[in-house]
């Protein structure tokens, strides 16, 4: 059965950050997906980042100057760079798995689940053979509640206490001995 991770926490508590150090400390397997990162002008946030795995192509994903729509909060979000970044590596390994493959995606949250086809290409993933880590946030969410309750799902929460050693911790369950 293949491992399904969701990592659960609150904004800020490190989640991102748990994904990046589980990907560097991979050696035998292949990461693919995504992370996302603040843009900060000074203290303020204005915008996000997303940023693949694979390659290291980065765009920026939301801003407050972006229009929308989506609009979440107060950022527009441009579903473009989903599609371009993010989703063809995700699709690749949905329908064509690669044994020692491992899916990374940061976040499954708000303003990436504007995105149909990044739901899509979701649900694919999970009913897939392939081995899976996912951010989630902390709020309720009718599709992120959804995966929670898959049976194989195994939820993990992020805290501040736990956030340095869960790279490790993963790294050390997903790469074989």
């Known amino acids: 059965m293949p491992t399904r991770i969701l990592l659960e926490g609150r904004p800020g508590v490190g989640k991102t ?30 915008g996000f980042t997303l940023e693949t795995l694979a390659g290291g192509l980065r765009a920026v994903f939301a801003h407050v100057d972006f229009p929308g729509p989506p609009r979440v909060g107060r950022y527009g979000v441009d ?3 989903m ?29 990436e689940l504007a995105s149909a086809a990044f739901q899509d290409t979701v649900r694919c993933l999970f009913e897939s ?31 501040r206490a736990n956030r340095d050693i869960l790279p490790e911790t993963l790294a050390a369950r997903l790469e074989p001995p």
């Open 129 to 159: 053979e392939i081995d899976i880590v996912a951010t989630i946030h902390a709020k309720s969410d009718p599709f992120t509640d959804v995966l929670k309750r898959r049976t194989g799902i195994e939820l993990v929460q992020v805290t």
């Open 79 to 81: 579903l473009g760079v």
């Open 17 to 46: 950050t748990v994904v990046r150090r589980l990907a560097a400390l991979l050696h035998t397997r292949k990461a693919v997906g995504f992370t996302t990162e603040e843009i900060r002008q000074g203290a303020t946030r204005v």
């Open 83 to 111: 599609e371009r970044l993010a989703l063809p590596p995700l699709r690749s390994a949905a329908t064509e798995p690669v044994p020692g493959t491992l899916v990374l995606i940061d976040e499954l949250g708000r303003m």
